[in-house]
């Protein structure tokens, strides 16, 4: 199935300005967002800034990550600046050698983790905006300075995270027919498509970029680093690009080496991506619960620490020392069960990838839920702000009353998501053992099925326990 | 020819059942709460209520209010300012419940108080606040309904489709890691 042969879907995605389209629809969602957070209502329920952003941008990017693709990289506005930006100043540079690698992007992804829960972003509208903001100078200040998508590659950590989650999308741009690569000598999906000859003198003019990220089609596999732009559709003179369907998740048991990746094994930066992504999962809901609040509240009293010191403990502990403990035990486990000789380093990266779709689940089972409980309280805010800045109900008075779907039916969903990610997992460390240990793979897989079994049991604990409904509440 | 053994297929199907046997406890999170009482100016003060009308059977206080005042002139209360909330049902007869709203942080411009609302319907709700600026007092109805999971045999039935689509993708990247791998990949 290819979308881009599609009747409608496929004539707007080949379009040239298809994702600048999405980009100005975005953008517009971000302006009102910093608009409404610098002058708005202090109280998060009622601003737009702490709604759109911790309710419906984060549940619909997971939603179009588990339908799609990685569509709100498609559609980041902030690439649209950047370029705009890039008309007026064109960088040189590239990104530093040593830099190369997504440790940033690890590094930026825990930290908004962490800030959001030491500085309760979710009911701080002022500072939503802020956020936003300084997301957007960082974006242009980088990839003004830096060639490429420097900014989306190596330090964005919504994109770490969205080039995680879309390993188990059910789109990925490929090739068509390897045939048609082969015989190919302009690689203008990965260099970009030239003006015509005798257009220009020594150096022919880029009409069409190609991949900023530097993914050669031929060698692509999967959907890590790819921002679905379609730069590469664009670019390609032979038509041979398509957006198809494939098998969600297969692409982490994949061993092949990877344009601009290398091979996932070798990737000790991607490792501990992933291990953000997946406890990260874990950790970011489960202190939206009242044992975690509990603990905290306990841990500040009894202990005599500082909220700050509280919360660097428990990402220590749920992003590093958790982590480190049982995956060293699950390839412990793996290398005494099989008599593999690996080093244990290399035995977690071979199955670490496992993690992703029950991560995945987790996440849509957290972001759903705030996107089902409040999807339409979009409604009465934006009502509110129409009265609130010209002092006439031009949209009605607020209905306030509408909110969303009731919690309690929405846990199914919930419960039926992180189920169905522990059955991708399950898929990953099986097709995983299959691959590197043959006859002896259940044994291999035996621990990390295990350890999925584990973390699926805990994600359902977390979904049990009371949740604090922040940043919808006064 | 002998049937295969799947031994992750196997797992996967006691996972759910260990799953679903084991979670016993079913707690309702609390729901999106919403102002039934909006910027209302009263008196020196301008006072919203915010409520999350939970009806519950155990006891549990799943009537939650949220008090929100300020001085009319949009700055804050000032320190003594207290609120209270009463319930009393509209549709049957029953006693008129009280609740001291607590401030939320310290912060006298954001008190909640909680009720027990034992059954389904309309419910009067009074806001008091009472302070140095004086004392007012605000109503509203509102109407409680539970917010309850599915019974855990619904819930399995919920999980059906969920069940059977993750089987099927245990087998469809499984048959894809054997295709790559007769391809030479």
């Known amino acids: 199935m290819d979308l881009l042969r599609w009747p409608v879907v496929g004539p707007f995605l080949r379009w040239r300005h298809a994702r600048t389209s999405l980009q100005l629809v975005l953008l517009a969602a971000a302006v009102v967002i910093v608009l409404h957070g610098l002058v708005g209502p202090d109280l998060a329920s009622t601003n737009l800034a702490t709604v759109l952003t911790w309710v419906h941008y984060r549940g619909l990017l997971v939603v179009a990550l588990l339908a799609a693709g990685n569509l709100f990289c498609l559609g980041c506005p902030l690439v649209r600046v950047r370029d705009w930006g890039r008309q007026l100043h064109m960088p040189r540079r590239a990104w530093p050698a040593r830099l190369r690698g997504k440790w940033i992007g690890v590094a930026l992804f825990a930290a908004v983790l962490l800030t959001y829960e030491l500085f309760d972003l979710w009911a701080l509208p002022a500072a939503t905006a802020w956020l936003v903001l300084g997301y957007f100078a960082a974006a242009v200040v980088v990839d003004l300075t830096f060639r490429g998508a420097s900014f989306c590659q190596y330090v964005c950590p919504v994109g770490q995270f969205n080039f995680v989650a879309s390993t188990v999308s059910p789109l990925e741009l490929r090739m068509r027919d390897a045939n048609t690569c082969r015989t190919c000598r302009t690689a203008d999906c990965v260099s970009g498509r030239k003006a015509p000859a005798g257009d220009t003198a020594l150096r022919p003019r880029v009409v069409q970029r190609g991949c900023e990220l530097g993914l050669f089609m031929p060698a692509k596999v999967g959907n890590l680093d790819c921002t679905f732009c379609l730069d590469c559709v664009q670019a390609c003179p032979h038509d041979n690009i398509a957006l198809a369907s494939r098998v969600p998740g297969a692409e982490l048991a994949d061993d092949r080496r990877r344009s601009g990746i290398g091979r996932l094994v070798d990737r000790v930066d991607l490792a501990a991506l992933v291990v953000v992504f997946s406890f990260g999962a874990l950790l970011n809901a489960f202190l939206m619960v009242a044992p975690a609040q509990a603990l905290q509240g306990w841990m500040e009293h009894d202990w005599g620490l500082s909220r700050a010191s509280v919360l660097a403990l428990l990402f220590g502990a749920g992003l590093v020392v958790l982590p480190f403990g049982l995956l060293g035990a699950a390839a412990f486990s793996t290398r005494a069960l099989t008599g593999d000789g690996a080093p244990p380093g290399l035995v977690v990266r071979r199955f670490v990838m496992s993690l992703v779709p029950l991560a995945t689940g987790v996440w849509a089972a957290h972001y759903g839920f705030h996107l089902l409980t409040g999807l339409l309280v979009v409604v009465p805010i934006t009502q509110n702000a129409v009265l609130d800045l010209t002092g006439a109900p031009w949209l009605g008075w607020p209905f306030w009353r509408w909110t969303g779907l009731r919690p309690g039916s929405v846990f199914p969903l919930q419960a039926g998501l992180v189920l169905l990610g522990a059955f991708g997992s399950v898929a990953v460390v099986q097709a995983t053992a299959e691959r590197d240990y043959g006859a002896r793979m259940w044994r291999a897989a035996a621990p990390w099925l295990m350890l999925t079994t584990l973390l699926a049991m805990t994600a359902l604990w977390i979904l049990f326990q009371p949740m604090q409904m922040r940043g919808m509440g006064p | ?185």
């Open chain 2, 1 to 185: 020819m002998s049937q295969a053994f799947y031994p992750a297929r196997h797992l996967a199907c006691a996972l759910i059942v260990l799953l679903l046997t084991s979670t016993t406890r079913v707690a309702a999170h609390e729901g999106p709460p919403y102002p039934i009482v909006s910027n209302h100016r009263e008196g020196p003060y301008v006072v919203s209520v915010w409520t999350d009308p939970d009806t519950t059977d155990d006891g549990t206080a799943g009537g939650q209010f949220w008090v929100m005042v300020q001085q009319a002139d949009g700055s804050g209360v000032p320190a003594g300012t207290r609120a209270a909330v009463t319930v009393r049902p509209l549709e049957r007869e029953g006693p008129a419940l009280d609740a001291e709203a607590e401030p939320v942080d310290g912060d006298p411009g954001r008190q909640f108080a909680a009720v027990v609302l034992d059954h389904e319907g309309w419910f009067s709700v009074t806001a008091r606040v009472d302070g140095p600026l004086g004392s007012v007092t605000v109503a509203a109805d509102v109407e409680a309904t539970y917010d309850t999971r599915p019974a855990p045999i619904l819930l399995i039935v919920y999980l059906v489709p969920f069940v059977l689509v993750g089987l099927m993708w245990l087998r469809l990247v499984r048959r894809r890691r054997q295709m790559a791998a007769s391809a030479g990949h």
